[in-house]
């Protein structure tokens, strides 16, 4: 069963580049055809999805986030980073990553979540 486990800072300055690593146990993440996502809440608010690397590394932003978001994988500890830049305070949240198995946002296996806290 494969198992996914977020890492990274809890708290960002503004206007820093907030970067979170995702580590993937039980699986490889260059198995056809899953699809490695990041997904956010806000306090209050619903869940985000904010972009995706897929088993063949391709690349998929949400188009709101596209321009500040980039996401990378690194096949030999079998995980994947997100990293978003120019953040306010409207980007804290609790971030996820996930497996999609199909790339239709069908979310099999998630990290527990993160708490990132975006305040100088």
């Known amino acids: 069963q494969v198992q996914l486990q977020e890492s990274g800072p809890g708290l960002v300055k503004p206007s820093q580049t907030l970067s979170l690593t995702c580590t993937v146990s039980?699986?490889?993440?260059?198995?056809?055809?899953?699809?490695w996502s990041w997904i956010r809440q806000p306090p209050g608010k619903g869940l985000e999805w904010m972009g995706a690397i897929a088993y063949s590394c391709s690349t998929y932003y949400s188009p709101s986030l596209k321009r500040r978001t980039s996401i990378s994988r690194d096949t030999s500890k079998n995980q994947f980073t997100l990293q978003l830049s120019s953040v306010t305070p409207e980007a804290t949240a609790v971030y996820y990553c996930a497996r999609d198995d199909t790339g239709w946002a069908l979310f099999s296996s998630w990290g527990q979540g993160t708490q990132v806290t975006v305040s100088s």
């Open positions: 039980g699986g490889s993440i260059t198995t056809n055809y899953f699809y």
